[in-house]
């Protein structure tokens, strides 16, 4: 069977991929396999989990359902993105550690990417409206509570 | 000579070593192993029907089809207990001739991507005749329903656990009653959903014809073996590692048909073989848990105490038994523990496992113990209301309070604290406050209620516990093949730059007990836990061990840390004081190094070290150029306990149940890392809320499983927990090497059943109680509009 690949380039964490891939690729598979970001994991693949969120130009998007050819030309931004370099954690990223915020970790990357997408729009956002954000997004592990604290410390961190 | 204390690791919330990688996406789980790798994908295709036997398998020439016929040679999976009541039925690696339940996988395809693999399975036709289906433990059990497995049931058909236990004065003491109360519970099919699905990747080596399979898994070391039986193979042939692993909760414990597959296909094509499940397979085929009914009677004298208890347990237990605990786990968890934290003189109890014709149950986080709890918490309430007791009162009257207690099915409950935790419990939630605003609402038309749960947690139980569900019949025996988990071990090395690595038969998937034995390590040797590098989960390079599941990690492989790690200090304090001069005993492991307690004098361990390895002429036993201890622990078991309040608000109107105030007081001993111990219990409470609330799998008619998706299978968002408040008592238990004692499983344990208690509190003027879980908005509503009906009727 030939199978029909298409070009796509891809801006991820400020790096340039130039990739081909079959159309129906979709934009969680393409990180993970073509530009070798694993970070991006894939709890469902049908929406619910949201574990596969990355930023798409800054909004939080499931990689699971969209295709990699709608990606292209847009900036996206994964777990491996969000700390400024390998020295520091992003505010995010520290206060997940510092409060305890995840044990398995396989859903963590998608709630790093969606409370920093939301934070950086939305730096006055409450604990009620925070909450309703995270609830984009499942945790088998922590019974959400030290996520919610997490989310709560890094706003106030980023507020500065 | 310096006299501050050094201050211990042990009891601090100190965040977590493992956490950094995974916090920027570094964290590698089996997917990640196979994302970029040229290997082959398998799928599995999988039984439409929930009883039937296959007529055929086929697939176009371009499709590469594996099915029974290609195993030939392998060896089904057989989990056996040594029991009378026991049958023992066989596991095909893949479905040959006859399948058992709608999942079940009869074939596999394979090609170069997954996307391709998932092409050439709808290319797959299988034709099955139809067969009669048993879909209830009920049906099952009737005289003339169809067998599941064709082979011999001593009792009643598709019964294949039947335990009793009886005790003499029960007669007598039922006799002397003043009140029988009966209470029926029963819990619906669950998933423990991990959320990363079942995974794995078999890596072939030319050189050695060796296979290295990445899996996620709770128990490398036992899958090694399952595996290894399975095909004809030993052991060494086969590594199996398990890297960061997504999430377990009881479900990857468990032997897996597809695991046995990738290997397979991997050593006979000599290729690398993955197989990453999606969440449809996963609901459908990766164990089920806790569908349960159980019938309970209590004999209560007129002041509250339980004379007598009687079960009729029944557990449906699928269409095959999982390897290696066996489907023997929910029905003799549920015999042997059913009396839990409450003092049970007499006690008759028939627990059964029955087959059916669905997917099989294995471990999930609590066993059987959400629906014991369910049925003793729910029996204390509906007798404190029958005999206008309070609560509280008929739990205080009927609780273990001396220590160490024999239950009637012969557990040893050591030392707890159920009285203070209740007490404690009771405190928090300031019932008489709570009683006037209940009050207040129900004037103004609102239903709020508040339920109590308190709970025994068995954890970190080894052999002796294992052993005593056997009853052996036939020690000996050539082709022996029962399973009865029991020791950790751990080795503990210091290098020679005084670094210790920590190798450990445990196998951690999200508990954090990486950081947790590292402090373990650090008190014992006086250095800091970032230099304590653990290793596990790598047949290669640990030692063989059970893995982590039952709570037992901290408890377990805790203790045999702690044995390792004592060792190898008196060995640094042996050396230390031929150096220093002075004894053993008056020689201190703190910051890095050895120091003599009466002159101050030090030697940094690193240089021991050092001088151990490099100049083995400087050390007094040079028969031993090493440092380096094996610590091993093997206890019986030790109980946690906790008592757990729920304050609801139920809607009339829609059967919601809102969840107001969720409350824990807990004893869990000695808390090595009180963060850790807390995210165990929220975690837990959550799932525990989750089987109260919303969980539910769900058969039709026809043994199709219709909930598939999470857009059927309602694990709970932040928007359904709310804040829980957890005070903490520590009881010191001789029977912890350690102090501390297992924590994993209480919140799943005890929600369920305070829930229960809560809603049945609140709708009380109803005349509803809720007796089966999940109590979803459906049901309520059900019972609500009957409750309602009936009242109109009535007046």
């Not at chain 2, 009729?312 to 038994?321: E, F, K, N, Q």
């Amino acid at each position: 069977m030939t199978r029909s690949t298409v070009p796509v380039r891809l801006y991820v964490n400020g790096d340039r991929y130039d990739i081909d891939i079959e159309p129906r690729r979709t934009l969680a598979d393409a990180l993970r396999e073509d530009c070798a970001l694993t970070g991006t994991h894939l709890g469902c693949e049908h929406g619910v989990c949201g574990a596969c969120t990355v930023l798409l130009d800054g909004q939080p998007v499931r990689a699971c359902l969209m295709f990699a050819v709608q990606a292209e030309g847009a900036s996206v931004r994964t777990v491996e993105g969000l700390a400024p370099d390998e020295e520091t954690l992003h505010p995010v990223q520290k206060a997940f550690w510092e409060h305890h915020g995840l044990q398995c970790g396989f859903c963590t990357p998608g709630f790093l990417t969606l409370v920093t997408g939301y934070l950086e729009e939305h730096p006055e956002a409450q604990e009620d409206e925070l909450r309703d954000v995270l609830s984009s997004n499942l945790c088998r592990c922590t019974g959400y509570q030290n996520i919610v604290t997490a989310t709560m410390s890094a706003a106030e961190e980023m507020r500065g | 000579m310096n006299t501050a204390e050094p201050r211990s690791w042990t009891g601090r919330a100190m965040p977590r070593l493992e956490d950094p990688a995974i916090l920027r996406g570094w964290g590698r789980y089996v997917a990640d192993v196979a994302a970029g790798d040229d290997c082959l994908h398998v799928r599995f295709v999988r039984s439409s029907h929930a009883a039937g036997r296959i007529r055929s398998i086929s697939a176009p020439a371009h499709v590469t089809l594996v099915t029974a016929a290609d195993l030939a040679g392998l060896h089904p999976i057989r989990a056996v207990l040594d029991r009378p009541d026991y049958v023992t039925v066989a596991t095909p690696i893949l479905a040959d001739d006859v399948v058992r339940f709608v999942g079940e996988p009869v074939a596999a395809v394979l090609a170069p991507s997954e996307a391709e693999a998932e092409d050439a399975l709808d290319e797959v036709v299988v034709d099955i005749e139809p067969l009669p289906a048993v879909l209830s433990a009920e049906a099952a059990s009737r005289r003339d329903a169809p067998l599941v497995h064709d082979t011999e049931f001593p009792g009643d058909p598709n019964t294949v656990v039947d335990g009793r236990i009886h005790t003499p004065g029960f007669d007598e003491a039922v006799a002397s009653a003043d009140r029988i109360v009966t209470v029926q519970v029963g819990s619906s099919r669950q998933s423990a959903m991990p959320l990363e699905a079942r995974a794995s990747h078999a890596a072939y080596d030319r050189a050695t014809g060796r296979v290295t399979l990445h899996a996620t898994l709770q128990m490398p070391h036992m899958t090694r073996t399952g595996i290894a039986d399975c095909l004809g193979i030993p052991e060494d042939d086969l590594r199996v590692i398990s890297p960061d692993v997504g999430g377990g909760f009881g479900a990857k414990m468990t032997l897996a048909r597809e695991d046995i597959v990738v290997v397979h296909l991997s050593r006979t094509l000599r290729r690398n073989i993955a197989w990453i499940e999606t969440r449809e397979e996963n609901f459908l085929g990766a164990w089920h848990s806790r569908e349960q009914v159980y019938d309970i009677e209590g004999a209560f004298s007129a002041a509250g105490e339980l004379l007598a208890l009687r079960g009729d347990l029944v557990c449906d237990v699928g269409a095959y038994s999982c390897y290696p605990v066996t489907f023997g786990v929910e029905p003799l968890m549920a015999m042997a523990e059913l009396p839990g934290c409450y003092r049970v003189r007499e006690y008759s109890v028939r627990s059964r496992g029955i087959l059916t014709n669905k997917c099989p149950i294995a471990p999930y986080r609590g066993v059987s113990r959400p629906v014991q709890v369910l049925a003793m918490e729910r029996l204390m309430d509906v007798a404190a209301a029958e005999l206008g007791l309070d609560p509280v009162q008929i739990r205080r009257t009927n609780l273990v309070g001396e220590f160490p207690h024999r239950t009637p099915s012969g557990l040893v409950l050591d030392d707890a604290s159920h009285l203070e935790t209740l007490q404690l419990a009771a405190d928090m939630a300031d019932l008489a406050e709570f009683r006037e605003r209940q009050r207040a609402a129900r004037e103004a038309g609102r239903y709020l209620g508040i339920g109590f749960s308190s709970f025994a947690e068995r954890t970190g139980y080894g052999t002796p516990a294992f052993a005593a569900r056997s009853v052996p019949m036939t020690l000996g025996r050539e082709e022996i093949a029962t399973v009865t988990p029991g020791a950790e071990r751990v080795i503990c090395t210091m290098d020679p730059s005084g670094g210790v690595t920590l190798r450990i038969g445990a196998s951690p998937h999200g508990q954090g007990l990486r950081t947790t034995l590292s402090q373990v390590v650090s008190d014992a040797l006086g250095i800091e836990p970032s230099s304590v590098r653990v290793i596990d989960s790598d047949t290669d390079t640990t030692p063989y061990g059970w893995g982590s599941f039952a709570s037992r990690a901290m408890v377990i492989a805790g203790g045999a840390t702690l044995i390792a790690a004592r060792e190898l200090a008196e060995r640094l304090r042996v050396l230390a004081a031929h150096r220093l001069g002075g004894l053993p005993d008056d020689i201190d492991l703190v910051e890095g190094h050895a120091r003599r307690r009466d002159t101050g004098e030090e030697i940094a361990l690193r240089v021991l070290a050092r001088d151990t390895y490099h100049n083995a002429q400087l050390i007094p036993d040079k028969g031993q150029p090493a440092l380096e201890a094996v610590g091993v622990y093997d206890p019986a078991g030790t109980f946690a306990n906790a008592c757990h309040v729920a304050e609801v608000e139920v809607d009339p109107d829609t059967g919601e149940v809102r969840i107001e105030r969720f409350l824990v007081a807990e004893d869990a001993g000695r808390l090595v890392n009180p963060a850790v111990v807390d995210g165990q219990i929220h975690g837990g409470i959550a799932q525990g809320i989750a089987n109260a609330l919303y969980e539910e799998l769900i058969y039709d008619e026809r043994g199709v499983l219709v909930t598939t998706s999470l857009m059927d299978y309602l694990p709970p968002t932040v928007a359904e927990i709310p804040p829980i408040r957890i005070a903490h008592l520590e009881t010191i238990s001789p029977a912890s090497i350690t102090g501390a004692k297992g924590v994993g499983e209480g919140g799943t344990i005890g929600a369920p059943a305070a829930i229960a208690n809560a809603v049945s509190d609140a709708l009380a003027p109803l005349g509803i109680g809720v007796f089966h879980l999940p109590a979803t908005p459906h049901r309520l509503r059900t019972m609500i509009r009957q409750a309602s009906r009936t009242k109109e009727a009535a007046s």
